[in-house]
């Protein structure tokens, strides 16, 4: 089994870097490449990289079946101290979890909530680990209104030391007790403060109305968490701020009250990111509690915050992509997959969502949202619409998204910039599936991860 798997690794790598295997050196023929300017796939190329840099795209020669290199994607918000099974993650749990982002095409995450993370970057260059590139927000503020507990993650109401081995992101947690808003005055005094000191404020509202709104009228530029039903937005708001709308963590939670479309759904997760169906899938008990940080989100049904997503098309032209990797039942990679089938079953039009149950029950989908599909439907159900979502949720994953982060592929594959890409071997616009599976990873020019052969033949 051992020989085969190496032989198996040895055989994919050569077909990329023939001369030197796991070098930074690449040569790729006749793929077709993402176009962040167009969004959309272009023609053939050549692609060559040396020393983890893309030097040229030349023009290919034609291919029935080439394969389509997607820029890697990033991620706003992951907690990596939360196991996704309601504790925390072990050491020997590590290596596992930067694969599962890896296994899903992540080449940036940013952690938010974890404990300075300084020595954890050390151990993965120190143990050689295979990981995404990691960045840390500054350490969380909790408003001052609400007691910070016993936990030392948050600062103390608003004030902040902050850390120069972590980014330019100030998280700001707003968590309504009975309804009670903040002052505004103050809220918008602290936002100035952060951003005259060169931060860039971002409020995290747990899916609060109350807060929600009062983020919306002191001018945070960045907003995380499901927008609630009724929420105020003036056009000048819709499009003035950046939403990270993170829905899965509320879906999950749904989820866990409907044991058979669970087991369904994570048969669809299993298909779709194979560390999640190789090490987590069987992990999860429906009666295990969520432990994740930072708190849960508010009570309600996912179902009473999937109309706003749907109707406030002006204020999704600008969304972050944000996991919530780390919140309970969603691990890495594998929560990604969780928000992208959200955001495309929720914006593809009715009429392509309509289908009955083969076993005559009603399906999970139509359980929450009315007459819907539980697995994705084909790009022929809907051939308009769905290329068209998934050209935006690319953009958001990559262009949008890496932007915020600083990333420096700048969520594209470009001559001169580092080669961060996901391969895949069909088109992810037109495949049923969407944009996952990948069918490998690179970083920096190295294949960092594909899928490894089981006894049934190779994962995919």
């Known amino acids: 089994m051992k020989n085969r798997r190496l032989l198996f690794l040895s055989l994919f790598l050569s077909a990329f870097a023939p001369s030197n295997l796991l070098s930074q050196n690449l040569k790729m023929k006749s793929v077709r490449i993402w176009e962040s300017e167009k969004a959309n796939f272009g023609g053939f190329v050549d692609l060559e990289v040396v020393q983890g840099k893309i030097i040229s795209l030349k023009e290919g020669t034609p291919t029935v079946h080439p394969k389509y290199l997607l820029p890697g994607f990033c991620d706003a918000s992951v907690t990596l101290g939360s196991n996704a099974r309601g504790g925390k993650t072990s050491r020997e749990e590590i290596p596992t979890y930067l694969s599962g982002y890896l296994a899903a095409g992540f080449s940036h995450i940013e952690s938010v909530g974890d404990p300075n993370l300084t020595h954890l970057q050390n151990e993965i260059l120190k ?3 295979l990981a995404p590139i990691l960045t840390q927000s500054q350490k969380p503020a909790l408003y001052s209104e609400l007691a910070s507990g016993k936990e030392v993650l948050y600062a103390s109401g608003l004030s902040l030391t902050p850390d120069s081995k972590r980014n330019r992101h100030l998280p700001i947690f707003l968590k309504e007790v009975e309804n009670r808003g903040f002052s505004q005055t103050e809220l918008f005094a602290k936002r100035r403060e952060g951003e005259e000191k060169g931060y860039l404020p971002v409020a995290y509202t747990f899916a609060d109305k109350t807060s929600w ?3 919306l009228d002191t001018g945070f530029p960045v907003i995380f968490h499901p927008m609630p039903e009724g929420t105020n937005l003036y056009r000048a ?19 866990k009250t409907k044991p058979e479309l669970w087991k369904e759904q994570i048969q669809i997760w299993s298909r779709l990111h194979s560390v999640f169906g190789s090490r987590w899938k069987d ?3 429906l009666e295990s509690e969520g432990g994740e940080e930072g708190g849960s989100l508010s009570g309600g049904s996912f179902s009473q915050y999937k109309s706003t997503f749907q109707s406030e098309a002006e204020a999704r032209k600008n969304l972050l992509f944000a996991s919530g990797s780390g919140h309970w039942g969603l691990f890495p990679g594998q929560a990604a997959i969780v928000e992208v089938q959200l955001w495309e079953t929720l914006l593809a039009k009715p009429r392509a969502r309509k289908a009955d149950s083969p076993s ?5 989908w139509a359980s929450l949202f009315g007459s819907f599909s539980l697995e ?12 068209q979502i998934r050209r935006d949720i690319i953009q958001t994953l990559t262009l949008r998204t890496c932007s915020f982060m600083g990333a420096d592929h700048e969520g594209k594959i470009r001559i001169g910039g580092p080669a961060h ?3 895949h071997d069909e088109n992810p616009l037109k495949r049923a599936s969407g944009i996952f599976p990948i069918e490998s990873m690179v970083l920096g020019g190295k ?13 995919k």
């Open 127 to 129: 143990s050689k680990w």
């Open 213 to 215: 709104e009062d983020a």
């Open 237 to 255: 708001q819709k499009r003035d701020f950046r939403w990270a709308p993170m829905l899965s963590i509320l879906y999950l939670q749904d989820l």
């Open 283 to 285: 992990s999860l008990s």
């Open 360 to 364: 005559g029950r009603t399906g999970f």
């Open 376 to 387: 994705l439907l084909s790009t022929n159900a809907d051939p308009e619409t769905l290329p």
């Open 421 to 423: 890409f996901s391969v």
């Open 447 to 459: 294949l960092v991860y594909t899928p490894k052969p089981t006894k049934e033949g190779t994962a």
